[in-house]
């Protein structure tokens, strides 16, 4: 005992006292906490003497407790979607159809916003995956191989089609902008294609376009297929890049077109993404230019997103509806989707007689023999029931979890 004094060094029982006395605190500091929040939450007309005396006494506590509260407005106004009303969401629109005309280099940044429209949720929207999830509650589950493309989707097309479009930069890994008939060398799917599946053990890497979805079997870090390449017999990997990953795929991600196309650009239209995600990549920005050199930001969205202080114009309304006015504006005609001419059927690769079990996803298939690639009635019930596994699935099954926890407890 006389040498842990010499040294310094707090006894065992010295330390044990101390931790102790570290917990106590901690505890009486969440039960003034919880006594403060309780008597904020009441009238102040309503407040007994002692309620007042109990403010008076903990200041600091007061202070943070109304700090937090701020912060909670705050978030929950970001989260709120704003709808413009119908004369200054068409004067915007005006504004948006002068720019892109006058636009020599227009890049598109899309995120999940455009897809709602074919029943794919979106994160952060009052029902998108995370917000559901926070709150605590289940997500409605869909085969998103039934997703077909948008009349955003198809207006993104068709602006690339008449030359006023040069680049799209997406985060959706739905495969729509490619379904629609926007060109490979046009499009960058930051975060993958549910489509497609690679060999990189081949160099170059070799591709495989599927008509089904082919993250049945894959999650984070875990991205083998199932299947083999038939090239080199290695095992083929999917192309998505989940949240925390970094994705090295030259394509479907196509990040040199991306920078390339935003060094050019002189304007950017943001439609359906929150920029949350986006916003971390400084290559889209420009950000190493001076202000008034980087690209004019125009943003097409309900909520609020971290570049609206920087944005030429933000337009509140839904993509579909400010697309159809745009169109109207730029006096272009958009064709609805036909599933006829869908490009993914002339780029897929149809599975070795072995590999046709290899997956339980529904197929898409042309209108003329939907008819016959419709899956067994009991194997649809069973599978409507949930989503599992891949680039969705993997959220979906960790809310799941969690309910189950609370359930049991």
């Known amino acids: 005992m006389e040498e842990e004094a010499d040294t310094g060094v707090p006894s065992r029982v010295e330390r044990k006292a101390l931790q102790k006395a570290k917990i106590l605190q901690r505890e009486t500091e969440r039960k003034i906490f919880r006594l403060v929040g309780k008597v904020l939450k009441k009238p102040e007309s309503e407040r007994s003497e002692e309620e007042a005396a109990v403010l008076l006494l903990h200041r600091g506590t007061v202070e943070e407790l109304c700090k937090r509260q701020v912060r909670r407005n705050v978030l929950k106004r970001k989260q709120e979607e704003v709808f413009d009303e119908a004369d200054e969401l068409r004067s915007k629109v005006r504004r948006l159809a002068a720019a892109v005309k006058q636009a020599k280099?227009?890049?598109?940044?899309?995120?999940?916003?455009?897809?709602?429209?074919?029943?794919?949720?979106?994160?952060?929207?009052?029902?998108?995956?995370?917000?559901?999830?926070?709150?605590?509650?289940s997500i409605s589950s869909s085969d998103l191989s039934k997703a077909e493309p948008t009349f955003t989707h198809m207006c993104v097309r068709m602006l690339h089609k008449e030359k006023l479009l040069q680049h799209v930069v997406s985060q959706n890994c739905d495969g729509l902008h490619l379904r629609s008939g926007?060109?490979?060398?046009?499009?960058?799917?930051?975060?993958?294609?549910?489509?497609?599946?690679?060999?990189?053990?081949?160099?170059?890497?070799k591709e495989y376009v599927r008509l089904f979805d082919?993250?049945?079997?894959?999650?984070?870090?875990?991205?083998?297929?199932?299947?083999?390449?038939?090239?080199?017999?290695?095992?083929?990997?999917?192309?998505?890049?989940?949240?925390?990953?970094?994705?090295?795929?030259e394509q479907p991600l196509n990040w040199k077109g991306a920078a390339e196309a935003a060094e050019t650009a002189d304007v950017i239209l943001c439609l359906g993404t929150s920029l949350k995600v986006l916003k971390k990549y400084a290559c889209l920005w420009c950000m190493n230019k001076p202000a008034s050199k980087r690209p004019k930001?125009?943003?097409?969205?309900?909520?609020?997103?971290?570049?609206?202080d920087l944005a030429a114009l933000k337009i509140n309304g839904k993509c579909d509806e400010v697309m159809r006015l745009l169109m109207e504006e730029l006096h272009i005609q958009v064709p609805g989707y036909d599933r006829a001419k869908d490009p993914v059927f002339s780029l897929a690769v149809p599975l070795r007689q072995e590999e046709v079990d290899s997956h339980t996803r529904e197929v898409i298939a042309r209108l003329d023999v939907q008819e016959d690639c419709v899956p067994d009635s009991g194997e649809q019930a069973e599978e409507a029931t949930a989503v599992q596994g891949g680039w969705f699935g993997r959220g979906y099954g960790k809310g799941r979890r969690k309910k189950k926890k609370k359930k049991d407890a």
């Not at 993250?215 to 870090?221: A, V």
């Not at 930001?297 to 609206?308: A, E």
């Open 105 to 137: 280099h227009l890049v598109v940044y899309t995120g999940a916003g455009i897809s709602t429209a074919a029943s794919i949720p979106d994160y952060r929207g009052p029902n998108g995956v995370w917000t559901m999830l926070q709150k605590g509650r």
């Open 182 to 205: 926007l060109p490979r060398h046009a499009l960058s799917e930051l975060h993958g294609n549910m489509f497609i599946e690679v060999c990189t053990s081949c160099s170059p890497v």
């Open 214 to 249: 082919v993250t049945e079997r894959t999650s984070l870090h875990r991205h083998m297929t199932g299947r083999r390449c038939s090239h080199c017999g290695s095992e083929l990997r999917d192309t998505i890049v989940h949240f925390g990953e970094r994705g090295t795929l």
């Open 297 to 308: 930001l125009y943003i097409v969205n309900l909520q609020w997103t971290p570049k609206d």
